[in-house]
């Protein structure tokens, strides 16, 4: 009985123990769940609201070149101008179509501008017509009414971008500026159901399991346009479950959060595309300019066609890599289109036929500009605070004059290949460095660093120091009128000088011919470019007042006072040089020469800049007799080649520069309203078997028949 008893009194207590602890651990477990499901989820929520409602993109500051201003009278040849055109992204075809196309009938170009936003004032998008006759601008002309315009400017293109940490480009678009035909083609080939479902689609994701399975591999996504986006904005490209749960999950509360137009709108500018470099092409605004060089409402519908396209693989459909397979897809695209009613037959034959007419690899970019940006990187830190350079989406305006760049780069490889024919391979080692700014304001119109620019190129026209030779000889001539001692026509020794140097040794340097030419006037020393003239001229005015007026003009290094500086030792890079002689060819006033018009946030807003100030550095009468003498260089000196280039009633002013066995060949010169300079030497300090006037000069003037040149002031010599 009482083992009877315990058996039951234990089985019975056995029994009560799960009917009540079971239940409570069930529920306690639902509940833990439950709350943690609810914490997780409350996480995700915030992840997603703190990362989607903010900034979501850290954008690379744009950089653009000057704007194009139009003007009755301008000098601008027709070739030029339609060079310029398409350098803008502007494409030849009928100007009603829409913005950005122009076509040019004879002497007439009709044009669609673009609206763009100036720190100085709105531009709106206008129909216009520009007549150019005998290389100048006779009319312009707006389409709509018919009125006469004096004057006009077009957007400024777009020369390159400087990027933030993350190293990624963005052009953002807003969602009212999406062309139609783009959400079309996501739509057909992405997500048919994208403004049905909440964030996930079942019937895909059974559609694409069977595919699959049927397949025995992977052939089908069921991911919506929003999981994709998750994917992407979110979460890493791993294969887990855990995270194509995360994907499901977030995309759900995504959909709950925010609207389908703000969704696409994030997928559009997100969606990655390519890779430029280093850099992925992120969005389908940077995919336009990068793939097109266009604003994305500028696309056609087989252009937009294409970058829908590259969704699926950018890498594997690359249109630069493998343009019959991104043809193939594009057409693929097109036809979904056609088959949910988004393109007509007609139109769908029409299109189904075009070519891929990509610009040329690279995008937005091109490596003629990249010895610029270098300058105006350099510029951005010596003029404006750090702090606000950090600010995402600036917008650099700078001086650069695109034509020309592209101009000046290609007249240094056509005339270096012409100097090097004939030459031993092994000889052929010529470089060169330029630079053309404005005489009246100091503006770098174009620079060049390399014979043959690229991203990372070492960059000559900054940082290569070289021996200046024979254009260090102005500045002596200049000291010496500025005495009050001396005038063009006083006479000067040409004669031998030998000087005792520390080391025991002499120093007796020789004209070029090897020839003395006794009693001269300055003005003939200065245009022969006599050395012992010269030298005798700088040792009588003495070496310290010329290194102090070196000085005075903008070089900043220490000058060891020794002779043979007054035949140009001294070490300068082409824009240092660049800068000498701006301060002569403006007259006797220094400023800093400019890269940087202006710097806007990306709200409009003008960033705070350092003043520049302009000092006037030489006496306007003694400039305005050393430039006389400098045009007598031209006119019957060392550069009187130029005679034979140019129209001889141009007045122009320069001076050649040769260093010791040829090692440097330098010419610096200027008219009224342009300056430049050119370096022709090699790496490796070797002869280049070039004077200033049988390479650098030639080169300078392929170079300077791009601009309207004007000729200098002649005053009255005195005697």
């Not at 060089?293 to 630069?320: C, D, F, H, R, T």
């Not at 500045?475 to 001396?486: K, V």
């Amino acid at each position: 009985m009482v083992k009877t008893r315990r058996k039951k009194t234990r089985k019975t207590g056995r029994s009560k123990s799960h009917k009540v602890i079971g239940p409570v651990f069930l529920v306690s477990g639902l509940s833990l769940l439950l709350l943690a499901g609810g914490i997780y989820l409350w996480y995700l929520d915030r992840e997603i609201q703190q990362r989607f409602s903010g900034n979501k993109w850290t954008l690379p500051a744009r950089v653009y070149a000057r704007p194009t201003e139009l003007y009755i009278g301008k000098w601008l040849p027709a070739q030029q101008f339609r060079q310029l055109l398409e350098a803008t992204g502007y494409s030849d075809s009928n100007p009603a179509g829409g913005t950005g196309r122009f076509r040019q009938q004879g002497a007439r170009f009709d044009i669609h501008t673009r609206a763009f936003s100036f720190w100085d004032g709105d531009l709106r998008a206008q129909r216009i017509s520009v007549t150019i006759r005998s290389d100048h601008i006779t009319e312009i002309q707006a389409r709509e009414t018919g009125k006469p315009l004096a004057y006009l400017r077009l957007e400024p293109q777009l020369i390159g971008k400087i990027y933030p940490l993350h190293n990624e480009d963005r052009v953002l678009v807003p969602y009212d500026r999406v062309p139609l035909p783009l959400v079309d083609g996501l739509i057909a080939v992405e997500d048919r159901h994208f403004f049905a479902h909440h964030g996930i689609d079942l019937k895909g994701i059974a559609r694409a399991f069977i595919a699959n399975f049927r397949s025995g591999g992977f052939v089908q996504g069921g991911s919506t346009l929003t999981q994709q986006l998750v994917k992407n904005f979110f979460l890493t490209p791993e294969r887990t479950l855990t995270r194509k749960f995360n994907e499901m999950i977030m995309a759900l509360i995504l959909e709950y959060r925010y609207n389908k137009a703000e969704i696409m709108s994030a997928y559009i500018n997100e969606v990655y595309l390519g890779q430029d470099g280093a850099r992925g092409v992120h969005g389908f605004g940077t995919a336009a300019e990068f793939y097109y060089g266009k604003p994305l409402e500028e696309l056609s519908i087989a252009q937009i066609a294409l970058l829908v396209g590259l969704v699926k693989g950018a890498s594997y459909y690359n249109p630069y890599r493998h343009p019959e397979r991104a043809l193939q897809r594009r057409n693929l695209v097109l036809e979904q289109m056609h088959e949910l009613g988004f393109i007509e037959p007609s139109e769908l034959k029409k299109v189904h036929g075009e070519p891929l007419s990509l610009k040329p690899a690279g995008g937005v970019k091109s490596t003629a500009y990249e010895a610029f940006l270098d300058l105006v990187r350099v510029q951005l830190l010596e003029t404006y605070d750090r702090e606000d350079l950090r600010n995402a989406g600036l917008r650099i305006f700078t001086t650069l004059d695109p034509v020309l760049q592209v101009n000046m780069q290609s007249s240094i490889q056509k005339r270096l290949q012409q100097l090097e024919s004939g030459a031993r391979p092994v000889t052929r080692k010529l470089q060169a460095a330029a630079v053309v700014t404005t005489v009246d304001t100091g503006e770098v119109l174009a620079l060049s660093g390399s014979r043959f620019p690229k991203r990372g190129a070492y960059n000559r026209a900054l940082n290569s120091r070289r021996p200046i030779g024979s254009l260090i000889k102005p500045f002596i001539y200049l000291e010496a009128l500025s005495s009050g001692r001396y005038q063009p026509l006083s006479m000067v020794e040409d004669a031998p000088v030998r000087i005792s140097m520390p080391d025991g040794q002499f120093w007796q340097p020789q004209n070029y011919s090897g020839e003395m030419h006794g009693r001269v006037t300055l003005l003939e020393a200065l245009a022969r470019s006599y050395n012992l003239a010269t030298v005798n001229l700088g040792l009588a005015i003495g070496l310290d007042r010329v290194i102090k007026r070196l000085h005075s003009l903008g070089i900043k290094q220490n000058i060891k006072p020794y002779p043979s500086l007054l035949l140009g030792t001294l070490e300068l890079s082409a824009l240092e040089v660049t800068q000498l002689y701006q301060v002569l060819a403006s007259g006797g006033f220094r400023s800093r020469l400019q890269v940087i018009r202006e710097v806007l946030t990306k709200h409009g807003k003008p960033l705070q800049k350092s003043d520049i100030r302009v000092r006037q550095v030489v006496q306007p009468r003694f400039a305005a007799m050393l430039n006389a003498m400098l045009r007598v260089v031209v006119k019957s000196g060392t550069a009187r080649l130029l005679q034979q280039r140019f129209d001889a009633r141009l007045a122009l002013a320069g001076k050649t520069g040769t260093t010791n066995d040829l090692r440097d060949s330098w010419y610096a010169g200027f008219g009224a309203n342009y300056l430049g300079v050119v370096w022709i030497g090699k790496d490796d300090n070797s002869s280049t078997g070039l004077t200033g006037a049988t390479g650098a000069l030639r080169v300078w003037g392929d170079i300077m028949l791009h601009v309207a040149l004007e000729a200098v002031p002649m005053p009255k010599l005195p005697g």
